[in-house]
């Protein structure tokens, strides 16, 4: 089933319990939380404090992408905060199947993200252990970025490793996934769809479900 993962990055901070429901009763059937540090990427969003504050909020997932340069060294204030999901960048993670390893020993979910940079080749060794693999269609670090179609050619690639070897991870995309673009992504592979600016439209409750109606609309429609 393709799924909204709603990206908090682009609500109202000030409103975010308001902001998550609205974005569920649209749709959306997770949390996505990017959390930044401003040195991996440049900008700094949220931390662990944040994820504690909207736990008691939602009962849907919280999917947490760690763009951050030592994400071992976070993995256990995210599970004591409440995260469901943790996603690390594969550039960043020296011993990257130790920490899936720990990741899933702390109760969460393990998930690994490349960059468009780098090649789907690199998570062969661990996708036995993966919630689901995030392809980056733009580079981290800003939200409302143009798509980059080079993501399409790695979407099929899992797939196709996917069935080759009997997985059954999932596939998210994250970057520019829009109502212009989301239809390509879905009939490429990914089925789990992370959009933010596409979706909330902050001070107006109404037109954040009508965007997210749209947008799963159109996703549920390329996915038959």
Not at 18 to 46: K, Q, S
Not at 195 to 220: C, Y
Request: net charge negative.
């Amino acid at each position: 089933m393709v799924e909204l993962a709603f990206s908090i990055l682009a609500a109202d901070f000030a409103r975010l319990g308001e902001e998550i429901a609205t974005a569920e009763r649209g749709g959306g059937t997770i949390v996505h939380v990017d959390v930044m540090d401003g040195h991996f990427v440049p900008n700094i969003t949220f931390g662990p404090p944040v994820v504690k504050a909207i736990r008691p909020l939602t009962k849907l997932p919280l999917d947490c992408h760690l763009m951050i340069e030592n994400p071992d060294a976070y993995i256990a204030d995210f599970a004591a905060a409440g995260a469901d999901i943790l996603c690390v960048h594969q550039e960043v993670c020296r011993h990257l199947h130790r920490t899936l390893q720990q990741i899933a020993v702390h109760g969460m979910k393990p998930a690994v993200v490349i960059n468009p940079a780098t090649p789907v080749e690199m998570l062969i060794e661990v996708l036995p252990m993966l919630h689901h693999v995030l392809i980056m269609s733009v580079n981290p670090g800003f939200g409302g970025q143009k798509f980059l179609p080079l993501a399409l050619d790695k979407i099929a690639h899992l797939v196709e490793l996917r069935e080759d070897l009997g997985l059954n991870f999932r596939i998210e995309v994250d970057g520019g996934v829009a109502h212009d673009t989301v239809a390509q992504v879905v009939e490429a592979g990914a089925d789990m769809l992370v959009a933010g600016s596409a979706i909330f439209a902050p001070g107006n409750p109404d037109k954040t479900i009508a965007n997210a109606q749209e947008f799963l609309k159109l996703a549920r429609a390329a996915a038959k």
